[in-house]
């Protein structure tokens, strides 16, 4: 049987707080549940202008969370300087615009490159496994090879949007599988996220050599109708 991982992002728990200003719903209550339920990881991602996780829930999920927290930042040195404190097991640099949406595209890895550098050895050195976001392509793994990274994570927007509109996907998906390949011959472990839903994470559970799903919107959006439980459960048995 193959084995992904499943990465829980309780992100928008967070948002739905936020838009009250209230206590409630819980990103450490989200957490602990997911963790119950089978996820392998919970993603947080702490944004610069913190519009859902913040700091405290960080301190919170950290010190309470079994089974690893992976944090997402981008690459600043604010970041950095809360990553080398919480030590968080895993992270995944991520690049962020203020007026973005959600995360729009992958890493542009040549931009800032020797800072990108310094913080994976950094970060590296305090323990936390490092994965970069990028886009499927050739230049971008190996960049991410060059720069010792332990692993990369591919966006998967275009791929999930095709899915959705029901338009044709088989070259993306060509394409995915192709910078998966070349991922695991360089030696970097290959993860997928954004914008998965049951039935793009099904088709894409079977590329081999993907090794962990980070998945966040959707199953929210799921867990209203079906709870987190069942909602994790389902995605559990789609990627295995
Ligand atoms: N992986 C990364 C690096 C992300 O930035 C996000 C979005 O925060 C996700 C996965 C999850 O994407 P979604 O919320 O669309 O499932």
Redesign the pocket.
């Known amino acids: 049987m193959k084995k992904i991982r499943l ?1 829980v ?1 309780i ?2 728990v967070a948002t739905v707080r936020n838009a009250r200003g209230e206590n409630y719903p819980s990103p450490l209550r989200a957490a602990l549940l997911a963790e119950k339920s089978g996820a392998d990881s919970i ?1 947080i ?1 702490l944004r610069e202008d913190r519009r859902h996780i913040n700091e405290l829930d960080l301190k919170l999920i950290k010190s309470k969370l079994k089974i690893p927290l992976n944090l ?1 930042i981008a690459a600043t040195n604010e970041m950095l300087r809360i990553a080398l404190k919480r030590k968080p097991p895993f992270i ?1 640099i ?1 690049p962020e615009k203020r007026q973005e949406v ?2 729009e595209g992958g890493l542009n890895l040549k931009f800032k490159r020797n800072f990108l550098k310094k913080l994976i050895m950094k970060l590296k050195k305090n323990k936390s496994r490092v ?1 970069l ?1 990028i886009e499927p392509n050739k230049a971008d793994i190996q960049e991410a090879k060059i720069l010792n990274a332990d692993c990369v ?1 591919i ?3 275009k791929f ?1 949007n095709l899915i959705n509109k029901n338009k044709k996907f088989h070259k993306e998906i060509k394409k995915i599988k192709e910078i998966v390949k070349i991922g695991n011959d360089l030696g970097l472990e290959v ?6 839903t049951y039935k793009s994470a099904k088709i894409l559970s079977k590329v081999p050599g993907i090794k962990e ?8 959006g799921e867990s209203i109708f079906e709870g987190l439980k069942t909602t994790i459960k389902k995605f559990r048995k789609i990627i295995r």
């Open positions: 990465g992002n992100d928008h993603t991602h997402e995944c991520v959600t995360t994965s976001f994570e966006h998967t927007g999930c993860h997928a996220g954004h914008g998965l799903f980070n998945i966040g919107h959707f199953l929210i």
